[in-house]
């Protein structure tokens, strides 16, 4: 484990990329062998606005990755934070727990924050506006949005006191287990249900991305379900009556224009009660 921690203390950029890549091109792959819905679609030119999304989502996040390390090395020199403040504690439990606490305080907290503030509502549809959800759309973020949960990491590495090596490990399992999540694939009903118990499989994750509540508000966890289950957000449902896209932004084209999506968060919109939507 050592090892590992040493080697996500110092990876270099290129190495993430190839993560990044590397990941995309695998469930890509599998999405063409295992598909869970045979889009009528060229997968290439729906995957173009979820690129760009994806590659500013990228800028983002190396660009402000210091503030990450300067926050890391206060906390551990300073020894701050929820994993300084506890008993020692093993290295696989340390970073077990970091990774676990991470994964709130920079996945499901700010997933769910989204959902309950409209101004980070509006910023979020650019993600829930894909009609084809893919591999492709797991960093399909605008800009502000990026910003906006890169702050919610920051507050969690202070809040944890994570050593910058779990604070890596954990972007590069967050960044494989939201590929995983949102692929196309389609798993035995059985096989996902069980993984889902302990992390968030393609059919848990593709509900959230139904068209209507409630289910567009539940499962908002990235790698681990508990938070989900625990916090009382976990919902099923049928994967065969998904519909993708979001009820109040129904044009396809228009939700597949990077700048009609880049404008996206300042259009005005009503959201819907649960019982307009059912």
Do not use: C
């Not at 590659?55 to 090395?73: E, Q, R």
């Not at 798993?187 to 209507?212: G, N």
């Amino acid at each position: 484990m050592e090892t590992i921690i040493h080697y996500f203390e110092n990876i270099p950029s290129v190495h993430r990329s190839l993560i990044l890549v590397g990941g995309i091109s695998f469930f890509w792959l599998l999405e063409g062998f295992f598909p869970l819905i045979r889009f009528d679609y060229k997968k290439w030119k729906h995957a173009i606005p979820n690129i760009f999304f994806t590659i500013t989502t990228i800028l983002i996040n190396f660009s402000m990755a210091f503030l990450l390390v300067k926050t890391s090395d206060w906390v551990i020199q300073n020894e701050f934070g929820i994993l300084n403040w506890l008993p020692e504690m093993s290295l696989p439990i340390k970073i077990l727990l970091g990774v676990l606490l991470l994964d709130f305080f920079g996945a499901y907290l700010p997933h769910y924050v989204e959902h309950q503030v409209k101004p980070l509502w509006m910023i979020h549809l650019v993600h829930h506006s894909d009609h084809k959800v893919d591999t492709t759309t797991a960093n399909r973020h605008h800009p502000l949005e990026s910003i906006v949960r890169f702050s919610f990491t920051l507050l969690g590495v202070f809040i944890i006191g994570a050593s910058i090596g779990i604070v890596f490990l954990y972007q590069s399992l967050s960044l494989i287990a939201t590929q995983f999540s949102h692929a196309n694939i389609k798993l035995p009903k059985s096989l996902d249900k069980v993984i889902s118990y302990f992390i968030v499989s393609p059919d848990m994750h593709k509900t959230h991305h139904h068209y209507k509540l409630p289910y567009t508000d539940s499962n908002y966890g990235n790698i681990f379900s508990i938070w989900d289950r625990i916090l009382g957000t976990y919902m099923e449902m049928d994967r065969e009556k998904l519909i993708y896209g979001v009820d109040v932004f129904p044009d396809e084209k228009k939700n597949s224009n990077i700048l009609n999506l880049l404008k996206q968060p300042f259009e005005k919109y009503q959201r819907p009660t649960i019982s307009e939507s059912d």
